[in-house]
């Protein structure tokens, strides 16, 4: 309770001890009791009352701020899956690029290997040439493969 009205407690209470020291007549006092009471009475129920509509409030208040974190809650499931996907799909991806190195580091080494053929194929095709020029005949003249035409 406010502190409003535990004044007010206090000011019924104390005007009843002062009524009571004045009065000397028991139904005088009586009927005071029961003013008092019956004071009091609407008083509390009045708090009652004001108490409620604060727990209304508050109630209000707790389910919009449960329907806040639900939303959140349900927000940060969804990032965690995209995450979590994410994740998944970057793996993937580290996954298929080693696959590809390895890949292009096969296909380089055939490539040196065949490189390294190519030359040794050349320089057995100038060896051969070097043997065959000595043997080779005198080329004809050009003139008479014209005339055959």
């Given at each position: 309770?406010?502190?409003?009205?535990?004044?007010?407690?206090?000011?019924?209470?104390?005007?009843?001890?002062?009524?009571?020291?004045?009065c000397k007549n028991d139904e005088k006092k009586k009927a005071l009791v029961a003013a008092q009471a019956r004071a009091e009475v609407v008083k509390l129920k009045?708090?009652?009352?004001?108490?409620?509509?604060?727990?209304?409030?508050?109630?209000?208040?707790?389910?919009?701020?449960?329907?806040?974190?639900?939303?959140?809650?349900?927000?940060?499931?969804?990032?965690?899956?995209?995450?979590?996907?994410?994740?998944?799909?970057?793996?993937?991806?580290?996954?298929?690029?080693?696959?590809?190195?390895?890949?292009?580091?096969?296909?380089?080494?055939?490539?040196?290997?065949?490189?390294?053929?190519?030359?040794?194929?050349?320089?057995?095709?100038?060896?051969?040439?070097?043997?065959?020029?000595?043997?080779?005949?005198?080329?004809?003249?050009?003139?008479?493969?014209?005339?055959?035409?």
């Amino acid at each position: 309770m406010n502190d409003k009205t535990a004044q007010i407690r206090l000011l019924v209470i104390l005007t009843t001890i002062i009524m009571f020291a004045g009065c000397k007549n028991d139904e005088k006092k009586k009927a005071l009791v029961a003013a008092q009471a019956r004071a009091e009475v609407v008083k509390l129920k009045a708090d009652t009352v004001a108490l409620k509509g604060e727990i209304s409030f508050l109630k209000d208040r707790l389910q919009t701020a449960n329907q806040a974190r639900n939303k959140l809650q349900n927000q940060l499931d969804q990032l965690n899956e995209d995450k979590e996907a994410v994740t998944t799909d970057a793996q993937d991806a580290l996954q298929e690029n080693d696959k590809l190195k390895s890949l292009l580091a096969e296909q380089t080494k055939k490539t040196d290997e065949l490189q390294k053929q190519v030359e040794q194929l050349k320089a057995v095709i100038r060896e051969l040439q070097k043997k065959i020029e000595p043997n080779k005949p005198p080329e004809q003249p050009k003139a008479s493969a014209d005339a055959n035409q």
